[in-house]
């Protein structure tokens, strides 16, 4: 029977500073604002900021006539005070070739401008903010089997260890996958994951964990904040489908998966005569739309398909932490 869609509304709530957390560097996230030079007044630009070090932050530019014209830059910064400086030539070709681009971060604000040879600078100024995924804290619908919600973890069991309940309805990653003792099969899991700050790491190092629906179909879970979409970084299914968009958040904010998926068929001898297929929102953005699974993705609890199977969440090493994880069966 085929199922419908899970459905929500694809806005991202901006909040500004106050949800940060202890270790948070207070110069890494999202920055949104506008030019401030009238002549400018109308042009786009925002900025991601990702941390590469204590004493090194990448700022990956977003600048155009219009949002959707605007290229993507990046440009590499020195910190140091808690203050971070970003100096470069930029190429924008909608808005007539290079510019000179100096920028600082101050108190969570990022203030600079751009300047043509010949014409006067345009100065910009934006500030950090927090994006809240719409469906962040949302309760089991009606039918829905709430798989953890903080207090414990007694729908669970080790592979081969339990998990660090974090005290914050949370629980963290600790030295082993950790799985459902139940299997289930087609319909909709939602789950939030916050992925550690990590600033020395880089790539498949970085807050890496995994969502495996049926203990065999993986949804990466890793800190790729401020990088283009991948098939093997966060939202992406290793070997078989690139996110749509880019829907990351910063490490240490709660992010949303909201995943529907349909199991594979079988007839009565065992043979498959339908794939899985698999449906994705991340933060509320639509990243998969229905896209098929020829098979199992690689580390999952067997390379044997089947019509169910237990909800994995795997330990690469990395304290990433899950927390209100539910289940809502598609018939």
């Known amino acids: 029977m085929k199922m419908s869609m899970f459905v929500v509304t694809l806005l991202l709530t901006v909040t500004m500073a106050g949800a940060r957390a202890e270790e948070d560097d207070a110069i890494m996230g999202n920055y949104q604002g506008a030019f401030t030079s009238p002549d400018w007044s109308s042009r786009y630009i925002r900025a991601q900021v990702v941390a590469l070090s204590e004493v090194a932050h990448r700022a990956v530019l977003f600048i155009g006539v219009d949002e959707a014209s605007a290229a993507r830059l990046e440009i590499k910064g020195r910190t140091r005070d808690g203050i971070a400086e ?146 093997n970084l966060c939202g992406g299914i290793y070997q078989f489908a690139v996110p749509a968009v880019d829907a990351v958040l910063p490490p240490l904010q709660w992010q949303t998966y909201d995943i529907t998926f349909t199991a594979p068929e079988f007839d009565t001898a065992g043979n498959k005569i339908k794939n899985a297929r698999i449906h994705v929102l991340h933060n509320g953005l639509l990243i998969h739309d229905d896209v098929e699974l020829a098979s199992g993705t690689p580390g999952g609890i067997s390379d044997q398909e089947a019509a169910a199977g237990s909800l994995l969440l795997q330990d690469h090493g990395n304290p990433v932490r899950f927390r209100n994880i539910w289940f809502k069966p598609a018939n």
Not at 96 to 111: P, S
Not at 140 to 156: C, K, M, Q, R
Not at 168 to 174: I, L, P, R
Request: aromatic content about 10%; glycine content about 14%; some cysteine.
């Open 86 to 231: 970003f100096k470069d030539t930029l190429t924008l070709d909608s808005l007539g070739g290079a510019h000179a681009f100096e920028a600082r971060i101050e108190g969570e604000t990022l203030t600079g401008t751009l300047k043509k040879e010949g014409a006067l600078p345009a100065a910009f100024a934006l500030k950090r903010v927090f994006l809240q995924p719409p469906t962040l804290d949302m309760a089991p619908p009606e039918g829905a089997v709430l798989l953890f919600d903080g207090s414990n973890t007694d729908l669970w069991e080790r592979w081969p260890n339990t998990w660090c309940l974090g005290g914050d309805g949370s629980m963290e990653v600790c030295g082993s996958n950790f799985k459902t003792i139940a299997e289930y099969g087609g319909g909709t899991y939602h789950l939030e994951f916050r992925t550690p700050f990590m600033p020395r790491e880089s790539g498949q190092g970085r807050g890496n964990s995994g969502v495996y629906v049926l203990g065999r179909y993986e949804v990466q879970v890793l800190d790729s904040f401020g990088s283009e979409p991948k098939d």
